[in-house]
């Protein structure tokens, strides 16, 4: 007997595609963020910044590197320095950030965003906010604010 589940769509049966069973919350966690980046991905596009890709979505994440060192930045990121420099310096060359020095510590650099990087990270702001708003007519307000305060609940323990 299948395991009764209140997202009906997730009891299916095991099958090829899904020789393990059902998706577990990872999986259920990351085919949203998945859908939110291909929407964040497509409104940069549409509005002139074809030269961003997926893994510069790493670098302006919530709370966005202004300010941050790289090293804590890579931290933060939970990427290596060297992955991170690497993105660093792409984002560099297009325009959408500065590495200036730390006027802490004159060894180290601070990440500063340009104009360009400040409006990249409005149009993605936007964007998710499209999809909150999507998702909220899906689900239905009631919810989808349970989904959104379940999420800061997590959130807030981890």
Not at 106 to 130: D, N, P, Y
Request: aromatic share 6%; proline share 6%.
């Amino acid at each position: 007997m299948a395991e009764h589940n209140s997202s009906s769509h997730f009891t299916r049966s095991s099958t090829a595609a899904e020789p393990f069973g059902p998706p577990l919350i990872g999986a259920l966690l990351r085919r949203p963020w998945e859908a939110v980046q291909r929407h964040i991905l497509e409104r940069l596009h549409g509005r002139g910044f074809d030269d961003l890709d997926a893994a510069h979505l790493t670098v302006f994440q919530y709370p966005g590197p202004q300010g941050a060192r790289p090293s804590q930045l890579a931290g933060q990121l939970r990427i290596s320095k060297q992955a991170l420099n690497y993105l660093l310096g792409q984002l560099e060359r297009l325009g959408y950030l500065e590495r200036t020095p730390d006027p802490d510590d004159l060894r180290s650099k601070r990440v500063a965003l340009t104009q360009r990087g400040v409006s990249a990270i409005a149009v993605i702001r936007e964007a998710v906010a499209e999809m909150e708003t999507l998702w909220a007519q899906q689900l239905g307000p009631k919810r989808f604010d349970q989904l959104r305060n379940l999420l800061v609940d997590l959130d807030e323990q981890t």
